[in-house]
């Protein structure tokens, strides 16, 4: 089987977790015989060779509909549905924030997409998507899908409930590297006062509250990640307030991830939406507690084994860090981990579907 990937024109130019999962699930469905190239949405592309073309990132349906009409082929799409519009409505600073607090979820990301192009020349590569707009251009593209594959039943509920559709589906877990995130190998011991974070700098990550809640305590914060292409400006704000007890380390792979995750006890991750938090379940695998985010699907990975937070409010980011920082682990959690959710899980499930959407 000969399978394309198609994604974001900056997958490799502003890394998210997106770019994690793309790498690692095409990487092991090699492991199993499957053919798979990554290519970029802008890319000209020759789509004769190719059983299949794999989607992602269903925010983004100007970067998919082109490649739709063209290719002729059967496609699946990784929703990698994230729900911006909370942050986007309450949080946002500037004239975007004012503009913002006025208009659907729909019309805020089909306003991203035409601003995209406007300031970062990020090209329109599909031009129905002017007319579609950002709700009619989703749910025409997952019309013609073979299936879906959400990270998790709960973030196919709320997709279908939000578009009104209710396509096919597999969940597809995200997942992490079973042998590079292995606490067992790990020779540090915890320090109960360190705190990392993990993650684009961003406002949708909530850094900002994070730094807030933290700012001169007795805990050392240490947010790792480098500032996502439009929001310099939130990272300057994060480093404004900074005390001296919180430290600011650029993107790392995930090999340099290894002694941060091993020497501390908590990881916090208090977005303001999460499908799942990739660096969340790194962090537990590795032994950490996990502070993260009530918002989004978090619960159906993290159950009761995680401690959660309401990201708008400081006071309840402090809490949650305090009883992470003052519980032992659950090596429950970890057992889960995996046995989960490890990209070799992940990607024989996704080899599942591939089959199950060649037979529509």
Not at 193 to 208: A, M, S
Not at 289 to 307: C, H, L, P, Q, S
């Amino acid at each position: 089987m000969k399978v394309l990937f198609i994604s974001r024109a900056t997958l490799y130019t502003d890394k998210g977790g997106d770019t994690v999962q793309i790498i690692n699930t095409g990487r092991h469905l090699q492991e199993l015989d499957v053919s798979v190239d990554i290519r970029l949405c802008n890319e000209a592309i020759d789509y004769a060779p190719y059983d299949l073309i794999h989607f992602f990132n269903i925010i983004r349906p100007a970067d998919i509909l082109m490649h739709i009409k063209k290719s002729g082929k059967p496609f699946v799409v990784s929703t990698i549905y994230v729900d911006y519009s909370e942050y986007e409505k309450n949080e946002r600073s500037g004239m975007a924030g004012l503009f913002f607090k006025w208009f659907s979820a729909d019309f805020i990301e089909y306003a991203k997409v035409l601003a995209r192009a406007v300031i970062n020349n990020e090209k329109i590569i599909s031009p129905s998507y002017f007319f579609l707009g950002q709700r009619n251009a989703i749910r025409k593209i997952i019309k013609k899908a073979a299936l879906v594959l959400p990270n998790s039943k709960s973030e196919y509920q709320r997709f279908s409930k939000h578009f009104n559709i209710y396509p096919a589906y597999k969940v597809i877990p995200n997942a992490i590297d079973a042998t590079l995130f292995n606490f067992s190998e790990q020779k540090v011991k915890k320090d109960r006062n360190l705190v990392i974070c993990v993650g684009r700098i961003e406002g949708r990550k909530n850094q900002l509250n994070l730094i807030k809640a933290l700012n001169n305590s007795s805990y050392q914060l240490i947010i790792i990640g480098s500032a996502s292409a439009n929001h310099v400006t939130y990272y300057n704000l994060c480093r404004g307030i900074a005390a001296s007890n919180v430290r600011f380390v650029s993107s790392l792979t995930q090999e340099e991830l290894l002694e941060y995750y091993a020497a501390a006890k908590v990881h916090v991750l208090p977005s303001w939406f999460e499908t799942t938090g990739l660096s969340s379940l790194e962090a537990a695998a590795m032994g950490c507690n996990i502070v993260i985010t009530d918002k989004g699907d978090t619960r159906e990975y993290f159950e009761d084994m995680a401690y959660y937070c309401n990201p708008k409010s400081p006071a309840s980011i402090r809490q949650a860090v305090n009883h992470a920082a003052e519980n032992d682990f659950n090596e429950s959690l970890r057992n889960k981990i995996i046995n989960q959710y490890t990209w070799s899980v992940t990607a024989a499930k996704t080899l599942e579907a591939y089959r199950i959407a060649l037979l529509q």
